[in-house]
């Protein structure tokens, strides 16, 4: 179920979203999708094994992406196609920030320009590039709960 709540002192609105099983994140996607009010670009935050790479496969999955998905761990980034609602490709880019040691490697990777374009992109282990994301980044913390149960998070 998805609750709205205000927290901080400039009341910054926030959606949790309670799952007990993948196939809840499946049925939670386009909740997760009216939170995000049409933001693109997304800060993915959890421990190791919280489930921001599965997050990430449900949320191609629901696009329409049609190939398999996967971690970027060692590729950095993965890049995914779906059909857009106009009948033209739309794109899904996928970040994992684990290996990198410094901001200036992720400049390296070019992901100032995956910032600034049109599509989705996910970045999972977002904290270096904190000073790097625009001002609408959408926030999505992915907290354990249970052994299949998560918390979203979604600012």
């Known amino acids: 179920m998805a ?6 002192k400039i009341r910054t609105f926030y959606v949790e979203i ?11 996607i386009p909740r997760v999708l009216e939170a ?16 921001k790479t599965t997050f990430v ?6 696009l329409g992406v049609t190939r398999a998905t ?7 980034i993965n890049q995914y196609a779906y059909p857009a609602p106009d009948g033209t490709t739309a794109l899904f880019h996928h970040i994992d920030l684990y290996r990198l ?4 490697e992720a400049l390296d990777i070019g992901i100032e320009d995956l910032l600034f374009d049109p599509w989705y992109c996910v970045i999972e282990w ?7 994301l625009p001002d609408d980044t959408a926030k999505i913390q992915i907290e354990i709960t249970g052994e299949t149960s998560r918390r979203l998070l979604i600012l």
Do not use: D, H, W
């Not at 609750?3 to 901080?8: D, E, Q, R, T």
């Not at 309670?18 to 939670?28: D, K, P």
């Not at 995000?36 to 993915?44: E, Q, Y």
């Not at 977002?126 to 790097?132: D, F, H, S, T």
């Open 3 to 8: 609750l709205p709540y205000f927290c901080g």
């Open 18 to 28: 309670l799952v007990n099983a993948v196939e809840e994140l499946e049925t939670s």
């Open 36 to 51: 995000l009010a049409g933001r693109r670009k997304i800060a993915l935050y959890g421990e190791m094994g919280a489930g």
């Open 57 to 62: 496969g449900v949320f191609c999955r629901y």
């Open 70 to 76: 996967a971690s970027p761990t060692f590729s950095l």
């Open 101 to 104: 040691r410094n901001i200036q």
């Open 126 to 132: 977002p904290q270096l590039v904190e000073p790097l």
